[in-house]
């Protein structure tokens, strides 16, 4: 499926293009029981580690390609539209009605199309297929491809050469792209290393999926780690397959801890990232992974509502869907 070699190959393909980001000591290392290094994914151009996925995928287009289209109502339309620029290539990013303006301004202001239609991620899926069928665009899935999971796995390529003390590490997971890559890498370089999945306890398809055996639909619910929503596609070819077999752990986290841990990351840290990033931090604080000596995780974005992170920094009440995080200073 994804071996080894693809993720070397990956790395040669995006060097230069997508940064190889800094890994730095966490604060929260000496009250979390180990020493914890942050992998700051969020300073790559735009934002987020989905670049890495999206250049290789892109590199491997045949030399025809008229353009590229996918459905993405995050980091992964938004890294898509960066490498089609950066190529020089037509891009079409297929988005519900319902996504935010900010998101749409931010993916036209790359220079790639944005095709909004109907309510749902589905029917923004389907307009992604016809342009594939009508307009011979190539789609790029957000997790669901080799090229996609190679580009990710560079992610512990770089962690384990910079530190290869490293036996923990601790990877968010929503479609699993990531975790597969980086699972495919840290386990062929360093078998015994611990490899722990963390999503949000509400919406977590892969975590659902794993414990059915196959995969399942779960409903989709607002969350602080946005990023981390969606299902991971009943007709899964890899990325499932590859977290089942290689991740050692998958742990859930609530909102209220989501909501500490970012604070934690910035005040402690003084960083400023997405929910979807401190899903580990999280799983560490509420004690629900046990703590190694070397661990390792992805700050992997930081596109994040900066009127919900004020509100979470300065201890107020924050509303995502149904639920309400009650409000909380942080004790620094
Ligand atoms: C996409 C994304 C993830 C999850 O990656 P998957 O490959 O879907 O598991 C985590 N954090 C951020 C910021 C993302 O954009």
Known sequence: ??????????????RGVADNTPLVPSMLGETLGGDLWLKLEICQPMGAFKLRGALNAMAHLPDDA?????????????????????????AVICMSELVPQAKVDGIRALGAEVHLVGRSQDAAQSEATRLVREEGLAEIPPFDDPHVIAGQGTIALEMLGARPELDTLLIPLSGGGLAAGMAVAAKAIKPDIRLIGISMDRGAAMAASIAAGHPVEIEEVPSLADSLGGGIGMTNRYSFAICRELLDEVVLVTEAEIYRAMQALYYQDRMIAEGACVVGIAALMADKVEPGPAMGTVLTGRNLDMDQFTRVVTGQDVVVGDVTVRGERYAQ
């Open 66 to 90: 008229v353009g590229v289209t996918c459905c993405s109502t995050g980091n992964h339309g938004r890294a898509v539209a960066w490498a089609a620029r950066a190529r020089g290539l037509r």
């Open 1 to 14: 499926m994804v071996a080894l070699a693809e993720i070397f190959a990956a790395a040669q393909v995006i």
